[in-house]
């Protein structure tokens, strides 16, 4: 199984991966166990959640805190590219889903759509992710 970390996964892995596990919070101990237990070369991280981390890090008071924490994330994970067939995926779906009248964010949405390309599972905390089609990807939520 391939695995996909949305950003809140990351956020996790980041936040908690050179804490004392005493100071840790349990989604980040929750996530940190999962990740240390999964074989190295199935989890990656997309270019999608790469901007939405440097938004974040660039919004914060603590900037080059989670720069270096980012970094060494990315330096665990391979980055999973946004391909011409996941614009489509992505501009498909998103009909579909208006269709039957169900919403989500587009960089949620297009997580997704790289997941399915690439034949991952996304590990998420993000409830947006039931609004896709019946099968459309499986998700997993470490963080419980």
Not at 58 to 81: D, M
Not at 119 to 124: L, M
């Amino acid at each position: 199984m391939l695995y996909l970390l949305d950003t809140n996964h990351c956020s996790y892995i980041m936040n908690g991966i050179n804490k004392n596990p005493q100071y840790r919070k349990p989604h980040e101990t929750k996530t940190l166990a999962k990740f240390h237990s999964v074989t190295s070369g199935i989890l990656y991280i997309c270019e999608v959640s790469i901007s939405e981390i440097i938004y974040g890090a660039e919004t914060a008071p603590n900037v080059t805190s989670i720069y270096q924490r980012f970094n060494q994330l990315k330096t665990l994970l391979p980055c999973l590219t946004v391909t011409s067939d996941c614009w489509e995926l992505h501009g498909k779906t998103k009909r579909e889903m208006a269709n039957s009248g169900k919403k989500m964010e587009d960089f949620d949405l297009m997580i997704a759509c790289i997941a399915k390309k690439y034949g991952c599972i996304v590990v998420t905390n993000d409830g947006n992710f039931s609004n896709l089609p019946s099968g459309f990807v499986n998700v997993e939520n470490w963080a419980i």
